[in-house]
């Protein structure tokens, strides 16, 4: 059941500002009373921006399953459309899909106690999809159903942006806003590790040494310490600063050095034990240039069919050559085939999706076909060389907004 707090931080999305506790949605000077059931439909869609709402699910939510007639949805739907002044054939904050549902197109940002800012709950341009993949198996591994999934594209392709956009859903939530916008999202914890291109043999498991350190050092670091200790011993030994040095030394002490077979053994009994009553979601990042005991470590995670409440994701960047690539390419087809991970590979945004991006960042003025077939054409899809490019016309005042014909304009060829 979704209730509205009774005292909430205002949210920002577009050019407006929602003040949930007075039901006052305001965009300048101008400010709009919400009836509770509009207001109840404009957060749903909040909270899943940049995907698509079905009517069957905003009519289950808000009305809690009670037999109401689609009209009553429309109503509030023409409702909020009233009070942004939008009109339905040129959307440019609430887009309607025809027999299918609604969707909300603009960036969400929320107070941010943690960094005394903002976070930004921005729709994924043309990853929709992919997304929603990724929810499925966050949903799957808050079940105890250990999830593998590789995120894998070229350079600039979005990987980051798409994983990034998805942690900030299972990331606890610090206030009431965001608690108002994640609604029954997972709480869960995230790992992270990066995987360095050695100048030399290299370091066996670096990233996954990363990810359990910055574990262990924050606000879990009791409870990681300690299950590191029952099933991981020898890795406290590797992890800096997670033990005092006499417990290192100790430990060094009661055992012999780990045999390499020893140490993936106990990483991987370890962080099962991390996810044996919570999500954890570990993010190896830039496979591409991993280690081979790191690979082995992602193997054996896959492999193993023990209960864990475990999402493990990688990305990856192909197109490139480098030394561990071709191991990388054959681990993932060959647990993609085994049915033991998922590969999500990026494509390049497609025509409509760049006029979406646009539509975005310009409010309220119109995209011309031509300006998003010459920014198709000159970046070929890739969402990093496109923002780049964007900003650099704007930069140079060869895109800019035509205030008088409400319409975005390129000077480039």
């Not at 939510?61 to 002044?85: D, F, H, N, P």
């Not at 995230?190 to 030399?200: S, T």
């Not at 060094?252 to 020893?262: F, H, I, K, L």
């Not at 140490?263 to 991993?290: F, P, T, W």
């Amino acid at each position: 059941m979704n209730r509205t707090p009774q005292h909430a931080e205002s949210i920002d999305f577009g050019p407006f500002r929602l003040d949930p506790a007075r039901r006052l949605l305001r965009r300048g000077d101008m400010v709009s009373t919400l009836r509770p059931k509009t207001l109840q439909v404009l957060v749903h869609l909040l909270r899943h921006a940049g995907r698509l709402v079905s009517k069957e699910e905003l009519l289950a939510v808000v009305w809690e399953g009670k037999a109401v007639s689609e009209y009553v949805l429309t109503t509030c739907i023409s409702e909020l459309r009233a009070a942004m002044g939008e009109e339905p054939r040129r959307p440019r904050y609430l887009e309607t899909l025809h027999r299918a549902g609604y969707q909300m197109l603009v960036e969400v940002v929320v107070p941010d106690d943690e960094t005394g800012g903002y976070a930004a709950k921005a729709p994924v341009v043309g990853r929709v999809s992919e997304l929603q993949r990724l929810r499925r198996f966050v949903d799957d591994a808050c079940d105890g159903n250990r999830r593998v999934a590789f995120i894998t594209g070229e350079m600039g392709i979005g990987k980051t942006t798409l994983v990034e956009r998805l942690l900030r859903e299972i990331a606890p939530t610090r206030s009431p806003a965001q608690a108002l916008l994640t609604g029954d999202a997972p709480a869960g914890v995230v790992a992270r590790g990066h995987c360095i291109e050695p100048f030399g043999a290299g370091e066996p498991y670096m990233p996954v040494f990363e990810a359990i350190g910055r574990l262990g050092r924050g606000r879990d670091a009791a409870f990681v310490v300690e299950t590191l200790r029952r099933n991981a011993p020898a890795w406290l030994v590797q992890i800096p600063r997670l033990v005092p040095a006499e417990e290192r030394a100790a430990l060094r002490s009661e055992a012999p050095t780990p045999t390499q077979g020893a140490m993936l053994r106990q990483i991987a009994d370890g962080v099962e034990a991390l996810a044996e009553r919570r999500l954890l979601v570990l993010l190896l990042e830039d496979l591409h240039l991993s280690d081979p005991a790191t690979l082995e470590f992602v193997a054996v995670v896959a492999k193993r069919r023990g209960p864990a409440h475990l999402l493990l994701l990688g990305t990856a960047r192909t197109g490139e050559v480098h030394a561990g690539s071709a191991h990388l390419q054959g681990l993932v087809r060959d647990l993609v085939m085994h049915g033991q991970a998922e590969e999500i590979a990026l494509a390049a945004l497609s025509r409509e999706s760049i006029a979406t991006y646009l539509a975005n960042r310009f409010v309220r003025v119109s995209v011309p076909a031509e300006v998003v077939q010459t920014l198709h054409a000159r970046t070929e899809g890739n969402p990093l060389f496109l923002s780049q490019l964007v900003d650099q016309l704007v930069a140079d005042g060869l895109l800019r907004v035509d205030a008088e014909a409400e319409a975005l304009r390129a000077d480039v060829g």
